[in-house]
Antibody
């Protein structure tokens, strides 16, 4: 059974960089059938897609966050990571990592496995 | 990019049927698959519908999905409502690997 587990600091200071890692177990991150993505959910609010990455390193980012986001992949460790720079209180959220299936055209389209999520609070 | 608009909340009685809509702001709803996720408090989302109308294994057939090109919207229908269906529901689609979520609908079963 595929499992995804987020890890990283639960508290980040304003203006600093938020860094999270997602460790994938029970399957290979190098599969050509999947993208790997990050989604966040501020307390009491809805889901927001942050970005996605293919095992080759190809990335897609939410245009509203693109200037601050970097997603990378480490196939040797079966992990992918998120960096969000210049954080503010508005970046306080539960951050989820997830697997995306790839459609016929090669687009990541459907989040079929999710991590449990990790709360990151931005505060001094 | 486009937006997906859902009603903020819906409510219905146990045993009844409820439909939650998801309207795409631009581009055809039929051009990219629509998924529906259920999220209970304190838990990660889980899929109830993928590829417009497909149910993952383990999801009861009380859950169904459809799309309507005339209204450019997708719908999630839950029949025979149970109290355990009370949750937040999110639609999701994409455009060239850019994923988009609807704002979510809180379903109350009372």
């Amino acid at each position: 059974q595929l499992q995804l587990q987020e890890s990283g600091p639960g508290l980040v200071k304003p203006s600093e960089t938020l860094s999270l890692t997602c460790t994938v177990s029970g399957g290979s991150i190098s599969s050509s059938s999947y993208y790997w993505g990050w989604i966040r959910q501020p307390p009491g609010k809805g889901l927001e897609w942050i970005g996605s990455i293919y095992y080759s390193g190809s990335t897609y980012y939410n245009p509203s966050l693109k200037s601050r986001v970097t997603i990378s992949v480490d196939t040797s460790k079966n992990q992918f990571s998120l960096k969000l720079s210049s954080v503010t209180a508005a970046d306080t959220a539960v951050y989820y990592c997830a697997r995306l299936r790839v459609d016929y055209y090669g687009y990541g389209y459907y989040f079929d496995y999710w991590g449990q999520g990790t709360l990151v609070t931005v505060s001094s | 990019n486009f937006m997906l608009t859902q009603p903020h909340s819906v409510s219905e009685s146990p045993g009844k049927t409820v439909t939650i809509s998801c309207t795409r702001s631009s581009g055809s709803i039929a051009s990219n698959y629509v998924q529906w996720y259920q999220q209970r408090p304190g838990s990660a989302p889980t899929t109830v519908i993928y590829e417009d109308n497909q149910r993952p294994s383990g999801v009861p057939d009380r859950f169904s999905g459809s799309i309507d090109s005339s209204s450019n919207s997708a719908s999630l229908t839950i029949s025979g409502l149970k109290t355990e269906d009370e949750a937040d529901y999110y639609c999701q689609s994409y455009d060239s690997s850019n994923a988009v979520f609807g704002g979510g609908t809180k379903l109350t079963v009372l």
